[in-house]
């Protein structure tokens, strides 16, 4: 039997090798070696046996006539399971599950644009005192006002003012020149100006309230301390209370008036000198005597507050 199948094997290994998914040198090696199993797997051919019961299998089927169609048929399943196993898991490892497909993300929206920061100031400890000091003199011009200017009583002022002279050794020789009834009329012209220009000055301050000008005084002051100068000097309100005379002025004043200050020579002591000199007389005085210039100031003061109050109110506040 097995001879007879290695013949009809070789008639049609055409036939066999379509139907059969063996290679062609499985097929030779059934061939030559189908009487012995054991070297056919040998040579590397699983199952033997196997194959050689579905090729008799399917040569039984030819011999009884079973159509060509059928033939593939049991040829394929009647290969091995370990075959359709693997085909399976293959199919099974190609049909991957469709990936998603992923939204597309929203677009953002555009930042707003940050607005710039504000420069900070500097604070009061980072300026160095020359600084601070540029700093209050800014502050304190803001409430200062700005008076009328009250032209000089000098007469050579008054001339170079008048006859539009520039300081100069021309403007010196041409006052020179001047007889003395001439410089006169310039002396006189000069006292009018002033005392025109101080006119029109209190008519000028009177046209702010009295608060105003208080305050404005305060700021003079208080850049005159810090190296203004004249320019800031104190404006002259005639609706302000009469401040009370401190006590050494007032002993000053009356030394003054008595002719203590006077030189043997007839003339006057300078202020300075005559200062001194009363601050020394002050001390001489009894307590009797002291007492009364300092009755006089708190008297004076005790108007003076009262008049404030009724003008501006709270003092303490200003």
Same mark, same amino acid.
């Given at each position: 039997?097995?001879?007879?199948?290695?013949?009809?094997?070789?008639?049609?290994?055409?036939?066999?090798?379509?139907?059969?998914?063996?290679?062609?040198?499985?097929?030779?090696?059934?061939?030559?070696?189908?009487?012995?199993?054991?070297?056919?797997?040998?040579?590397?051919?699983?199952?033997?046996?196997?194959?050689? !019961?579905?090729?008799? =299998?399917?040569? &039984?089927?030819?011999?009884?006539?079973? *159509? @060509? %169609? #059928? /033939? $593939? +048929?049991?040829?394929?399943?009647?290969?091995?399971?370990?075959?359709?196993?693997?085909?399976?898991?293959?199919?099974?490892?190609?049909?991957?599950?469709?990936?998603?497909? !992923?939204?597309?993300? =929203?677009?953002? &929206?555009?930042?707003?644009?940050?607005? *710039? @920061? %504000? #420069? /900070? $100031? +500097?604070?009061?400890?980072?300026?160095?005192?020359?600084?601070?000091?540029?700093?209050?003199?800014?502050?304190?011009?803001?409430?200062?006002?700005?008076?009328?200017?009250?032209?000089?009583?000098?007469?050579?002022?008054?001339?170079?003012?008048?006859?539009?002279?520039?300081?100069?050794?021309?403007?010196?020789?041409?006052?020179?020149?001047?007889?003395?009834?001439?410089?006169?009329?310039?002396?006189?012209?000069?006292?009018?100006?002033?005392?025109?220009?101080?006119?029109?000055?209190?008519?000028?301050?009177?046209?702010?309230?009295?608060?105003?000008?208080?305050?404005?005084?305060?700021?003079?002051?208080?850049?005159?301390?810090?190296?203004?100068?004249?320019?800031?000097?104190?404006?002259?309100?005639?609706?302000?209370?009469?401040?009370?005379?401190?006590?050494?002025?007032?002993?000053?004043?009356?030394?003054?008036?008595?002719?203590?200050?006077?030189?043997?020579?007839?003339?006057?002591?300078?202020?300075?000198?005559?200062?001194?000199?009363?601050?020394?007389?002050?001390?001489?005085?009894?307590?009797?005597?002291?007492?009364?210039?300092?009755?006089?100031?708190?008297?004076?003061?005790?108007?003076?507050?009262?008049?404030?109050?009724?003008?501006?109110?709270?003092?303490?506040?200003?």
């Amino acid at each position: 039997m097995a001879m007879s199948f290695g013949r009809f094997l070789a008639r049609n290994i055409f036939t066999l090798a379509k139907a059969n998914p063996l290679p062609l040198c499985r097929l030779h090696a059934i061939n030559r070696f189908i009487d012995n199993p054991l070297k056919a797997e040998a040579i590397g051919i699983r199952n033997a046996s196997s194959k050689t !019961k579905t090729a008799t =299998a399917g040569a &039984k089927g030819t011999a009884k006539g079973v *159509p @060509a %169609a #059928k /033939k $593939k +048929k049991t040829a394929v399943k009647t290969t091995s399971k370990r075959g359709t196993a693997t085909k399976s898991k293959s199919t099974a490892l190609k049909k991957k599950k469709p990936v998603a497909k !992923k939204k597309p993300a =929203a677009k953002k &929206k555009p930042a707003a644009k940050k607005k *710039p @920061a %504000a #420069k /900070k $100031k +500097k604070s009061t400890k980072e300026l160095t005192p020359e600084q601070m000091k540029r700093q209050k003199k800014r502050m304190l011009k803001e409430h200062v006002l700005a008076p009328p200017k009250v032209p000089a009583s000098n007469p050579y002022s008054t001339f170079m003012s008048l006859e539009g002279v520039t300081v100069g050794a021309d403007a010196a020789k041409k006052w020179k020149a001047l007889t003395p009834e001439q410089q006169q009329e310039y002396a006189e012209k000069g006292r009018n100006l002033h005392a025109l220009g101080l006119q029109n000055r209190e008519k000028w301050v009177k046209t702010y309230h009295p608060l105003e000008v208080y305050k404005a005084n305060k700021a003079r002051k208080h850049l005159k301390r810090l190296g203004g100068g004249k320019k800031f000097d104190v404006l002259k309100d005639p609706r302000m209370p009469k401040r009370p005379t401190p006590i050494g002025a007032a002993f000053l004043r009356d030394q003054w008036n008595a002719g203590t200050f006077i030189n043997p020579d007839g003339s006057k002591m300078p202020a300075v000198l005559a200062l001194k000199h009363s601050r020394d007389l002050y001390e001489k005085l009894s307590a009797a005597e002291k007492k009364v210039y300092e009755d006089q100031f708190a008297a004076e003061r005790a108007v003076y507050k009262k008049a404030m109050a009724e003008l501006f109110g709270d003092i303490s506040k200003l």
